[in-house]
């Protein structure tokens, strides 16, 4: 913290009763901060909303389906009269849909970062990094519309048997979308490494490419995996492009190729239809947000402790 | 002496590859960017008409237009920095300048961090279960914005912080000296030098509210709405939702429609941004040390 080597004077005053400052005034003081703190709270607030919601009606949930049928059975039909509560069907669609993603996000966002840390002049940096940021922040039901309008058509003519949704464009467009991501957390990861690595292995008679790739790289591999990670969590955690681009239809595949649907994608389906409050629907849809939230939170955390250890190793 | 030179001509060469590989990558990002904004500006620009503003919503796609979504986004991205701003600056200064370094501040600081990874629907469900279901505030404009509010605050604490901690101590030191008490310090000088990079974080929260789809679907905004909201509490559509009920249907007339929707979107989105830089750059010129 940048605060200056001058003691703050409420720590100073407390040595001379003549300096500590008068009544009114540490009240004044006191007044301010309060509100300035609950404010903080608010946060603290939002997490146990978070949990408190999910755990009340994911309990209710667990009342009526018992866990053992939630953990194995092979179909989802909450919404039939028949019902199926196997959640493996909703989640092997996520996981189809973010594998897809990272393995078009993590190869193109590394060899970007890559680029950006290593070889690229400062005018290229300043082209490329404005692009990649406006990518960053375009809606992500934008990018729902070019998985389903634009590449899904173009998926079908090359391979004819592409259903009108399914998983590869959603998976696609995604990857294009966590890239930046990765991009921008790498570069920060590369750029951490100390030059004295670099100057070293150049004084061997490395190349660039051998500098980069044999000494960077892996000087830099935790904070490299804490971008994947986060990028992993955020694949997961996405809504609109796999609810536009992947289909409503919950099946237990691994064909990219046909319509599924994921986690995210039910809750939108059913939050779009008019579920009865208190029903057994409504209640699938904590349930469904319980097992993604635990999903994201831990990748999150892992994260969070690779940057710090990153941290620690090069300061 | 001929083998150690093809070695290094060889090294050289992949070194070579291996930058125009990078250099590749690289432009895939920008010609999927030029790609898609080609795309959505040859299908949306015909239909993108005054008409298109200022109708309602239609099944006629010849009749639609986006009046009911274009008002309801104002309405829910105003009251959401109503909520959210304040708050968010609050928030950020008592972390930064009043805090002492004790085991709360810790443990909001580890909370923020998480909060700013959970994904944008399980929100939806916070609001959904919180302010529709709890407190009764229904599908409204307020629930939605109240639910935004929570979902964009890491974002406005986190860039507070950062512009805080930007500031120059010397700067504290000399208001400190003159004998200004710590609020004085903080609201007085610390805050207007910082006010840059509280901008710039106020104005991606904004941005990411006005764009964001999945939470307010979750809270049961509407997706076909034929008049406009009159106070908080009543129901309400926004551009993405409009958006995603468009794409979703199986014409083309309507896919027509809805890229001249993302037109919209973008536009707004961008002249926030600008709006953005403008303002960055002009505190930053008034502001020198």
Redesign the interface.
């Known amino acids: 913290?940048?605060?200056?080597?001058?003691v703050?004077?409420?720590e100073r005053a407390t040595r001379g009763r003549s300096l500590r400052?008068p009544l009114g005034?540490r009240v004044?003081?006191w007044l301010?901060?309060a509100?300035?703190?609950?404010?903080?709270?608010?946060?603290?607030g939002?997490?146990v909303?978070?949990i408190?919601?999910?755990v009340?009606?994911t309990y209710e949930f667990f009342q009526v389906v018992p866990l053992w049928q939630f953990l194995t059975d092979t179909q989802w039909t909450p919404l039939f009269s028949e019902k199926h509560f196997g959640i493996i069907v909703l989640l092997s669609a996520t996981v189809l849909t973010t594998v897809g993603a990272i393995a078009v996000a993590l190869?193109?966002g590394l060899?970007?970062a890559?680029?950006?840390a290593e070889?690229?002049s400062p005018a290229a940096r300043r082209i490329?990094k404005p692009?990649?940021e406006?990518?960053a922040?375009?809606?992500?039901?934008?990018y729902?519309?070019?998985a389903?309008?634009?590449v899904t058509p173009i998926l079908q003519a090359i391979l004819p048997q592409t259903a009108v949704f399914n998983g590869a464009s959603a998976a696609i467009v995604m990857g294009?979308m966590i890239?930046?991501m990765i991009?921008s957390m790498g570069e920060d990861a590369l750029a951490a490494v100390p030059r004295e690595l670099r100057e070293g292995a150049y004084a061997l008679g490395a190349?660039?490419?051998?500098v980069?790739?044999q000494v960077v790289v892996p000087a830099a591999s935790s904070g490299l995996m804490a971008a994947c990670i986060?990028a992993v969590?955020?694949a997961?955690?996405?809504?609109?492009i796999v609810?536009?681009a992947a289909g409503q239809s919950p099946t237990l595949t691994l064909n990219p190729l046909v319509p599924i649907e994921t986690m995210?994608a039910y809750?939108?389906q059913v939050?779009?239809g008019d579920t009865p409050?208190g029903s057994l629907e409504y209640k699938t849809?904590?349930a469904v947000?319980t097992t993604?939230?635990l999903l994201?939170?831990l990748l999150?955390?892992a994260?969070?402790w690779l940057l710090a250890r990153f941290r620690e190793v090069y300061q | 002496m001929r083998v150690p030179g093809s070695v290094m001509a060889r090294r050289r060469a992949i070194g070579r590859a291996f930058e125009l590989l990078c250099l590749a990558a690289t432009s895939v990002g920008i010609l999927v960017l030029i790609v898609l904004l080609v795309d959505i500006a040859r299908r949306g620009l015909p239909t993108l008409t005054w008409d298109f503003l200022t109708n309602y919503p239609s099944r006629f796609p010849e009749q639609a237009g986006i009046r009911a979504a274009l008002v309801g986004s104002l309405w829910l991205v105003g009251l959401t920095a109503l909520f959210a701003v304040p708050t968010g600056i609050a928030a950020g200064v008592w972390l930064e300048e009043y805090a002492r370094r004790g085991w709360l501040s810790r443990v909001i600081e580890v909370n923020i961090a998480n909060l700013a990874g959970v994904p944008s629907i399980i929100y939806g469900l916070l609001g959904l279960g919180v302010f529709v279901r709890a407190l009764q505030f229904d599908r409204s404009v307020l629930s939605g914005a109240l639910t935004m509010a929570l979902l964009v605050l890491p974002i406005i604490i986190i860039n507070t912080r950062e512009a805080l901690r930007a500031v120059p101590g010397s700067l504290r030191d000399a208001a400190y000296a003159l004998g200004a008490t710590r609020s004085q310090v903080v609201w007085g000088v610390v805050l207007p030098a910082a006010l840059p990079g509280v901008l710039t974080g106020i104005i991606l929260a904004l941005s990411r509210a006005i764009g964001e789809t999945a939470p307010l679907i979750t809270i049961g905004a509407l997706t076909f709405i034929a008049f406009l909201p009159r106070s908080p509490l009543d129901p309400f559509t926004v551009l993405p939702i409009q958006i995603f009920n468009w794409v979703s249907r199986p014409q083309p007339a309507f896919h027509q429609l809805a890229a001249s929707g993302i037109i919209v979107l973008l536009l707004v989105l961008l002249s926030l941004n600008a709006l953005a830089i403008y303002l960055r750059d002009r505190a930053r010129r008034s502001m020198q040390w």
């Open positions: 913290m940048a605060r200056g080597t001058i703050a004077p409420r400052p005034r004044r003081e301010i901060e509100p300035l703190a609950l404010a903080a709270l608010v946060s603290i939002t997490t909303g978070i408190g919601v999910l009340f009606e190869p193109l060899l970007v890559i680029y950006l070889y690229a490329i692009v990649l406006i990518l922040g375009i809606p992500t039901v934008v729902g519309y070019f389903l309008l634009f294009i890239l930046p991009s190349t660039r490419f051998e980069a790739t986060l969590s955020r997961i955690g996405e809504t609109m609810t536009i995210t809750i939108v939050s779009l409050y849809i904590f947000g993604l939230f994201t939170l999150n955390i994260s969070q």
